[in-house]
């Protein structure tokens, strides 16, 4: 496991996108406890200045019925008996002198835009216990100057209040340091795993393409990530490798014939032998470069079939006519060397394929039969309707051992007992790459003996 630094983090995205969902998330938190304080602190504020409104009522209900002195009692009955009550009273006479009340002074506070005095009032609790509270009043004028203040202490609902704030600063504050070490423990792990795969890449931009990425089985998004990308690399290790192997194969089958063409020059050049000598050395260079033609173009149209844009060029395809032509050219060859040809099946099959590339795959599997089966032998080329269309070139020759059937389709493979006989070890891969190309099965199998290959397309004939 690896140290990540926290200053990395910081920059990745999971960490910034963590970021991103804490602010929303810390900003829905912070409208949500806004709301519940604005809605509480004014239910609270309501009740308040309801009761009141309530006690001056009531009190000038005393004032109307028994005059000052009612008011007076109705002053001493709620003070007397609680004179820590929350209720806070004030009469006093023209001069000021306090009549009755649980408060000793009027006090110099200004008006609210709600006619409401904020006032800081010290209540007697006990004998000599003092307690300064907040308190809310309104003020009148009775009749003759005496004056009467009515309030309540809201010293309580300031205290809830002040919770309320105090609990919305820790739960935002809660929430981001929460959020934020999410964050941090959610973006480390991740950041580990890429780092990973960062690592991996640059070790195979740098030349190791062996190297894979770590996979962890978890089965995660990231994990068939990984998954996929070493399937990638094995892919892109597979076709380099293969790619390699061509280029070495191509150098290397291309220089003898090159350096043969290079000394036949060479020697033509001095000039030293007869015309009829020059001639000979003439039509053999021609041999030679006839010969390296057909190899590139051998390679190409193997590159044609695997490329998939032969596909633009498929056409409909009579496999009967094609499977004709191809022996009439090869039925000779055949027979000159003492092999006896024989053609069979269907007459006419008609489907979608690539006319020159599908003929170049039977003439090669023919060029094979013909040239590998010793006199005496068979060989046969069936066509049968299906479904599936198939194709089969049979002969009696030496046949290709089971192991080595599958290596033969590759380029430039050539078994060892035939190295003697002209050829490039690249017929069969062509015959493979246009059997893929039509999605064509291809299977090489024993025919007791000799070879038999068949090409079995899974195309539905189209009618005649
Ligand atoms: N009908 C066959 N019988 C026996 N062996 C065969 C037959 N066809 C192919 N092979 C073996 O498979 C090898 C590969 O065949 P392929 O056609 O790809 O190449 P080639 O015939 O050697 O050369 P090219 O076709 O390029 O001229 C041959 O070299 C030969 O060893
Ligand atoms: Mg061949």
């Known amino acids: 496991m690896s140290f990540v630094p926290t200053a990395r983090i910081l920059r990745t995205a999971t ?6 969902y804490l602010a929303l998330f810390g900003s829905s938190v912070f409208v949500l406890l806004g709301f519940v304080y604005v809605v509480t602190t004014s239910v609270i504020e309501q009740q308040t200045t309801q009761l009141l409104d309530a006690e001056v009522t009531a009190l000038a209900e005393q004032h109307r019925l028994h005059g000052l002195v009612g008011l007076h009692r109705a002053i001493q009955r709620r003070t ?5 009550a929350t209720g806070i009273y004030l009469l006093t006479d023209p001069l000021g002198r306090p009549l009755a009340g649980n408060i000793e002074t009027w006090p110099a506070a200004a008006r609210d835009e709600n006619g409401f005095l904020h006032l800081s009032i010290a209540i007697r609790t006990g004998e000599d216990e003092v307690d300064l509270r907040t ?3 309104r003020t009148f004028v009775v009749d003759g100057g005496y004056r009467l203040l009515v309030g309540r202490d809201i010293e309580d609902r300031l205290r809830i209040q002040q919770l309320i704030e105090r609990t919305m600063l820790w739960g935002i504050g809660l929430t981001l340091l929460l959020g934020l070490a999410g964050g941090l423990a959610m973006s480390r792990p991740l950041l580990r795993r890429i780092d990973a795969i960062n690592r991996t890449t640059r070790a195979i931009i740098e030349g190791d393409l062996g190297r894979r990425i770590e996979e962890r089985g978890s ?5 068939v990530l990984t998954r996929n990308l070493n399937a990638m690399l094995a892919r892109i290790e597979e076709l380099v490798g293969a790619m390699r192997q061509v280029s070495d194969n191509v150098a290397h089958d291309l220089r003898t014939p090159l350096t043969r063409l290079h000394n036949r020059i060479e020697v033509a050049l001095m000039g030293e032998l007869g015309e009829a000598r020059s001639r000979e050395l003439l039509e053999a260079t021609l041999k030679d470069a006839d010969q390296l033609l057909g190899t590139f173009n051998a390679l190409l149209d193997i590159a044609k079939a695997e490329s998939g844009v ?3 060029a498929f056409e409909e395809v009579d496999l009967g006519e094609l499977a004709r032509d191809m022996a009439e050219l090869y039925q000779p060859l055949a027979e000159d060397k003492g092999v006896r040809f024989r053609q069979e099946g269907a007459g006419s099959v008609r489907l979608r394929a690539h006319r020159h590339l599908a003929a170049q795959a039977i003439a090669n599997l023919l ?3 013909v040239k590998y089966t010793p006199r005496g032998g068979l060989i046969a080329l069936a066509l ?6 198939t194709v089969t070139v049979a002969d009696t020759g030496p046949g290709i051992p089971p192991d080595q059937r599958e290596a033969v389709l590759e380029r430039f493979v050539r078994l060892d007992a035939h190295r003697s006989t002209p050829g490039n070890g ?3 891969s062509l015959v493979h790459a246009v059997a893929r190309l039509h999605d064509a099965g291809l299977e090489l199998a024993d025919n007791r003996p000799g070879l038999r290959v068949r090409l079995s397309f899974p195309h539905e004939p189209t009618p005649a």
């Open 15 to 20: 960490f910034r996108m963590a970021l991103a």
């Open 135 to 137: 308190a809310l009043a």
């Open 310 to 312: 032969a596909r633009e």
């Open 80 to 84: 007397g008996a609680k004179p820590h």
């Open 426 to 428: 690249l017929g069969l």
């Open 384 to 389: 049968d309707e299906g479904p599936p269309v």
């Open 219 to 223: 089965s995660d998004e990231l994990d």
């Open 367 to 369: 060029d094979n039969a």
